[in-house]
Every structure is written in C-alpha cells, then in structure tokens.
T-cell receptor, first 110, second 116 residues
Framework: DQQVKQNSPSLSVQEGRISILNCDYT??????FLWYKKYPAEGPTFLIS?????DKNEDGRFTVFLNKSAKHLSLHIVPSQPGDSAVYFC?????????FGPGTRLSVLP | DTGVSQDPRHKITKRGQNVTFRCDPI?????LYWYRQTLGQGPEFLTY????????KSRLLSDRFSAERPKGSFSTLEIQRTEQGDSAMYLC??????????????FGPGTRLLVL
C-alpha cells in the first residue's frame, strides 16, 4: 500500500528546458510535503517544501505546486542544469506519519 | 561541519553477527530519525526520537532492531543476528521541532550494510 507514489521511475530533459516531476498521495491526513534530491553515495538533500495551506512555493529555479483536491504535487525545475541530474524523492507528512515516494531519476542532457 | 554524520559509512558482516551504527545529528536539533533504504525505493521510516525519548517505531523494526539516544544527542541503531534481508542503506536524519514530524528533516550520508 504505497501512500506516496512517483509513477515515473525516470525522466530525461534537455539542458535549459523545464523538468516536471510528479507525485501523488493517498492519505488525506498529509499536510506537509517535501522534495529531496539524492546523489549516489549521499543522503537525501532537502530542496523545497510546501504546507497544505498553500498551492505554490517557489525557491529560485525550483517551484512546487500542490493540488489538494487531486492529491497531487509537482516539482518544476527551470531552467534544468546538468548538475540537477539525481534521484528526486517526494515526501509527505501528517501527524506522526512521514512517508517517502520511490523516487524519480532525472537526467539533464547537455 | 555542522551536518548530520553517520559512522561507519560502510559495513560488511556475516549473517548472524550483530552490528551497530552511530548517528550524530545537527547539534541544536531535538529530533532524530532512522530510515532504511533499499535499491529502487525511497527511505522507509524505522523510528524517531524527540530528545532521548523514542516516540514511534515502525512495524519494520523487528525485535532484532534496537535504537537508543541516551543523552538526547547521538543515537545508535543495533541489529542483532543480522539476516541477508537486512542489507540496505541506513539513513539518519535530524530536525528541530516540537509539534510532530512536519518540519524539515536533514539527512546524513547513510551507512551501507551488506550481510553475506
């Protein structure tokens, strides 16, 4: 029973274009959502978060959108850079629950 | 370096042996979390501490697993009688908060365990 889903295991994008990573969740108790980036042999690094009272949060090249009615969030990276190539995890929390998705591997091609 | 640190970074052991991992959180953080990550999956929650109190344990944490945070600073995760299925990356994270695990967690580099 996956409470947080990232249905695209991988994504390839040309440098300079937009990368859109998607995440769906099933538990309506989740009220805080985060994106982490992970390079090989390192722990996940926090990127950006959003509370359920918002529908958008922006930080530089990274923007997270939340659609509560659809239980869907997305991470937009504009413009994409080769250094953005990594595995991206969506995470959701609510109460004492903190759940990660399986990740999407992003490859930004020069 | 004020980030989360974990020791060792790698551990190879034989089935049936005990192993212990250490995590040093960011110094002002009162919460500490342990996760397990296997290939192709996201981190799976194991347990978390607020200060020295262990507040939640996942059902993934069998009785062979035990975690401690005796003085509310560093934490240890011990696995007794290791099995090949225990092979995974064990991640530690810390955060500053008091209202539930809704704050941002900062992760260490992980300890990769291989059970032969």
């Amino acid at each position: 029973d996956q409470q947080v889903k990232q249905n695209s295991p991988s994504l390839s994008v040309q440098e300079g274009r937009i990368s859109i990573l998607n995440c769906d969740y099933t538990n309506s108790m989740f009220d805080y959502f985060l994106w982490y980036k992970k390079y090989p042999a390192e722990g996940p690094t926090f990127l950006i978060s959003i509370s359920s009272i918002k529908d958008k949060n922006e930080d530089g090249r990274f923007t997270v959108f939340l659609n509560k009615s659809a239980k869907h969030l997305s991470l937009h990276i504009v413009p994409s850079q080769p250094g953005d190539s990594a595995v991206y995890f969506c995470a959701a929390s609510g109460g004492q629950n903190f759940v990660f998705g399986p990740g999407t591997r992003l490859s930004v091609l020069p | 370096d004020t980030g989360v640190s974990q020791d060792p970074r790698h551990k190879i052991t034989k089935r049936g042996q005990n192993v212990t991992f250490r995590c040093d959180p960011i110094s002002e953080h009162n919460r500490l979390y342990w996760y397990r990550q296997t290939l192709g999956q996201g981190p799976e929650f194991l347990t978390y501490f607020q200060n020295e109190a262990q507040l939640e344990k996942s059902r993934l944490l069998s009785d062979r697993f035990s975690a401690e945070r005796p003085k509310g600073s560093f934490s240890t995760l011990e696995i007794q009688r290791t099995e090949q299925g225990d092979s995974a990356m064990y991640l530690c994270a810390s955060s500053l908060g008091s209202t539930g695990p809704q704050e941002t967690q900062y992760f260490g580099p992980g300890t990769r365990l291989l059970v032969l």
